[in-house]
């Protein structure tokens, strides 16, 4: 029978930048059940904690991943080597462009980015070779739309700013993972009251016939993990989303 020490993940460390909730935390849970040593960060300590418990005991740091000094003292502090990074903090901007700021605009258009960079600047050294940066973007943002506002231009960066970066940061892969609704506590914060409303719409609708899960998105981040053929691509995950709406 095999045991988590088996997995395809065994004897390796994955650092979860967002990792007590949605999609970071999955994807802790599954890396775990692949036998990787997991790191969950976020904001929040008591969320952490109850993520850690939840794992049955993790280590965990809390920080807000967009203050650079924190972020730098965390990485330093970690035992290295790290083999995957997983970046889910950080969230869109929607709204309307003229009502935005000449700095909510600067923002919006590059603090994935920048959280991005940061994260590879501090990683990169502590990395072996064919470990994975995972970047989240997404497939919703690609269509132009009144309420989408600058969320498409920031959308429609982060595809070629991967495949850059990929380069740079060459034996360490790079991959951004484009998603479209995932059920988590991020979309729930979102849609309010309209949640229940929005996930029969997608049942509905979606080819796939169901809601996509952070569960679903941890199973390709594993596999962006895993596979060492993968690099400077974006993979899109939304149950065929974009083509029906
Ligand atoms: N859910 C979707 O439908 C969807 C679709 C496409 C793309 N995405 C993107 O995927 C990413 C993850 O989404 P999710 O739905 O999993 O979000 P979520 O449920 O809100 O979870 C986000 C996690 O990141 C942490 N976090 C957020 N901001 C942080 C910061 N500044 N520093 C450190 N930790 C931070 C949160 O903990 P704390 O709050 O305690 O910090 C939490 O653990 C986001 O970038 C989102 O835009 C989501």
Same mark, same amino acid.
């Given at each position: ?11 390796? @460390? ?169 059920? @988590? ?40 993990? @895993? ?19």
């Amino acid at each position: 029978m095999s045991t988590p020490r088996d997995g395809a993940l065994a004897g390796q @460390t994955v650092v979860l930048i967002g990792g007590s909730a949605g999609i970071g935390f999955e994807t802790a849970r599954r890396a775990k059940a692949e036998g990787a040593e997991v790191v969950l960060t976020g904001r929040h300590p008591e969320r952490l904690e109850q993520a850690a418990r939840e794992l049955g005991g993790a280590r965990s740091a809390a920080f807000d991943a967009t203050d650079t000094a924190a972020l730098a003292s965390f990485f330093q502090d970690l035992p290295a080597p790290i083999d995957h990074v997983l970046v889910t903090a950080g969230g869109p901007h929607y709204g309307p462009l003229l009502k935005m700021s000449g700095a909510e605009v600067s923002e919006a258009l590059s603090d994935h980015i920048v959280l991005a960079l940061e994260v590879a600047r501090n990683a990169a050294g502590r990395m072996r070779p064919g470990g994975a940066l995972l970047l989240m973007g997404g497939t919703g943002g690609r269509r132009i739309g009144h309420g989408l506002g600058i969320v498409s231009a920031a959308t429609a960066a982060l595809p070629p700013f991967t495949a850059a970066l990929a380069l740079e940061l060459a034996p360490v892969r790079v991959n951004l993972i484009a998603a479209g609704f995932v059920d @988590t506590p991020l979309s729930a914060s979102l849609l309010g009251d309209q949640l229940d409303e929005r996930r029969d719409e997608l049942r509905s609708t979606l080819p796939i016939g169901r809601v996509v899960g952070p569960e679903d998105v941890a199973a390709l981040a594993v596999h962006l993990m @895993t596979n060492t053929a993968l690099t400077g691509a974006t993979y899109d995950i939304d149950g065929g989303q974009q083509f029906v709406w």
